[in-house]
C-alpha cells in the first residue's frame, strides 16, 4: 500500500467534493462550493492511497496568527489507518513553516483532536471572530453542538 500526501489541483475539486459529500448531508461539515474549492485549492491537502484519494483538509488562515483546520475527511474505506491524524499534523506542520501560532478546530470529535494536541476552549475565546461567517450557512445554526479546540505551535 502506497500512501502519498499531495497538494491538489482544480482537477481534483469533482472527487474532493463527492468524499465529502455524506459529511456535508449529515451537517458534519460545511458545503464549500466548486468555486470555494477553487479560490483556496492551495489550503488543501490529500492524502492518496494508491493513488486513489483518500482523504483531504484545509488550513485556512484567518491571520497572522491563526489558521483552522476544516472540511477534515477521510473515505470509509480507508478508516483505520490513522490518515486522518496524518493530515492533521500535515497541518501543524505546514502552520509552523508559515509562522503561525495557533490552530483553530470547529468540532463534533473532541477526543479526535485531543489525541492530536488539541485543547479544549470556549467558544467565546476563539481570537478572530470573523470565523463565525461561516456558521449561518451550517444547517445546525444557530444550535451548535461543535467543540471549538486550539493547538498551540
Request: aromatic residues 8%; negative net charge; hydrophobic residues 40%.
Amino acid at each position: 500500500m502506497e500512501i502519498n500526501f499531495v497538494k491538489p489541483d482544480v482537477s481534483h475539486i469533482k472527487s474532493m467534493q463527492e468524499l465529502v459529500k455524506e459529511e456535508v448531508e449529515n451537517g458534519n461539515i460545511l458545503l464549500r462550493t466548486e468555486d470555494e474549492m477553487a479560490n483556496t485549492i492551495r489550503s488543501y491537502t490529500l492524502v492518496e492511497v494508491d493513488s486513489k484519494i483518500a482523504g483531504f483538509t484545509a488550513l485556512h488562515i484567518h491571520s497572522a496568527r491563526l489558521a483552522e483546520v476544516r472540511s477534515l475527511v477521510v473515505s470509509k474505506n480507508y478508516r483505520g489507518l490513522k490518515l486522518g491524524k496524518k493530515l492533521v499534523e500535515a497541518c501543524i506542520t505546514e502552520a509552523k513553516k508559515l509562522g503561525l501560532e495557533q490552530i483553530l478546530s470547529l468540532t463534533y470529535e473532541k477526543g479526535f483532536f485531543e489525541s492530536c494536541g488539541f485543547h479544549e476552549i470556549a467558544k467565546e475565546d476563539i481570537p478572530e471572530h470573523k470565523i463565525w461567517a461561516d456558521c449561518i450557512r451550517c444547517k445546525h445554526f444557530p444550535i451548535c453542538e461543535e467543540i471549538a479546540m486550539v493547538y498551540d505551535l
